[in-house]
Structures are given as structure tokens and as C-alpha cells.
């Protein structure tokens, strides 16, 4: 399968047109559609690749790992406003974020009365 049409793929899977891919990935409108004919640029590559939440690798078909694993653990504060918050790939509402912080809240609390 060729970098298009794993890009094609994954873009519908994850509810995306190749436009509006192109778009949330910081590139021209049709700039993808390129890729049928030439090779995109690496930070191009990354950028989609960071959208659609897979490795450069599996867009290139070198693995057939959606992500790379890493050695060191990612850990983001879910309480902290500057993070983004998705799910497969897709954002999530603000206000459907608001209420992930809260349910973040509520268990850090009932953690806090169990260890008093």
C-alpha cells in the first residue's frame, strides 16, 4: 500500500477528507492529493502523521505499528487548560473536556480522602 493510500485510509477512519486532513495538519487544501505523484516533505509527512496520531513509519509502510513504541512514558496533566485532549485521532469538544477535568477532579479528590 503507498503512502496515499495509507494516508487515504486512515483520514476516513478517522472521519476526515483529505482536504480537511490537509487543513488540521497545517497545509494547503489540496496539497495532500500530491502525494500520489511525489514524495511530501518530512515536516509535511509529520504533520499529517501527528493528525491523524500514527508514526511516519506506518505512513511510509515501514511497520504496520499505527504508533512507535517508546521507551519513556508520556505523561500529560489532563488538568492543564493548554492540553489537547483527543480521542482516536479526533479532538474533543471544549465542553466535553470540561467535563473529563472534572471527572479528573472528582477522582483526585476521593483519592485525596483516602489517604487522610
Wanted: hydrophobic share 35%; proline share 1%; glycine share 4%.
Amino acid at each position: 500500500m503507498t503512502l496515499y493510500e495509507r494516508t487515504i485510509n486512515l483520514s476516513k477512519q478517522r472521519g476526515y477528507s483529505l482536504k480537511n486532513l490537509a487543513i488540521k495538519a497545517g497545509l494547503a487544501e489540496n496539497s495532500i492529493y500530491d502525494w500520489k505523484k511525489s514524495t511530501p516533505k518530512a515536516d509535511n509527512l509529520q504533520k499529517v502523521a501527528d493528525v491523524l496520531n500514527v508514526s511516519t513509519d506506518y505512513l511510509l509502510g515501514r511497520t504496520e505499528e499505527l504508533n512507535s513504541v517508546s521507551n519513556s512514558s508520556k505523561v500529560t496533566d489532563i488538568l492543564d487548560d493548554e492540553t489537547i485532549l483527543a480521542f482516536d485521532g479526533m479532538e474533543i469538544e471544549e465542553s466535553e473536556k470540561e467535563k473529563l477535568r472534572d471527572y479528573a477532579r472528582y477522582i483526585i479528590s476521593l483519592r485525596e480522602k483516602e489517604n487522610k
